[in-house]
């Protein structure tokens, strides 16, 4: 009996999480899906179960990702906590200027697929992104503590704010209005820590 070829699972999962992220969920074919992994259909399934449970696993992977990042920059010690969260929008800014495919954000792009009686995936999202809100919630804090923040800025509103701008970038740039206009949505958003 001849023995299952072996393979990468976690370059399997980034495979696939690039056809979702470049394609949506719903428009991802499982032909798209094997393309990109190099799987046979039965391996796929037989890896992942569904094409569903290889989408979370792709939406787990990603926050992954993103959580890293986003806590590389949000919690270093290097700097004051508003040039943080500028440096933070910074890199978003970045990202979005170089994405000749504009992927936008794989959350952001679910939340905006999904059907909101999909509570599954809808949960699992906003999980993700109050993370992030959190994140930014405790640089707030600490721009308080320092007397950086306005002491009539309420960290908890200004965070939901920002989450709001994360979200409208990541849409916003998907029309590729360029790196100066960016720029000044950025800096109009940001405008809020004044």
Known sequence: MARPAEFDR??????????????????????DLTDATRL????????????????LLALDSYFAEQQTFVTG???????????????????????STTDKER??????NTLLETPAKDAEINRRVTRMLLAVEDMLRG??????????LPPHKQA???????????????????????AAELRRTVDGLLSVLE
């Open 10 to 31: 976690d370059q399997a999962l980034r495979d696939s999480m690039m056809v979702f992220w470049r394609r949506g969920y719903k428009a991802a074919s499982i032909k």
């Open 40 to 55: 046979q259909p039965g391996s796929l399934y037989g890896a992942f179960r569904s094409k569903r449970a290889l989408f």
């Open 73 to 95: 920059i949000l919690q270093s010690s290097n700097n004051p906590p508003l040039q943080r969260i500028r440096l933070f929008f910074d890199e978003l800014l970045q990202q």
């Open 103 to 108: 992927k936008g954000c794989l959350l952001v």
């Open 139 to 148: 640089v707030l804090e600490e721009a308080a503590a320092d007397g950086s």
């Open 156 to 178: 908890a509103i200004l965070a939901k704010v920002l989450v709001n701008g994360i979200f409208g970038l990541r849409v916003y740039s998907k029309m590729h209005p360029g």
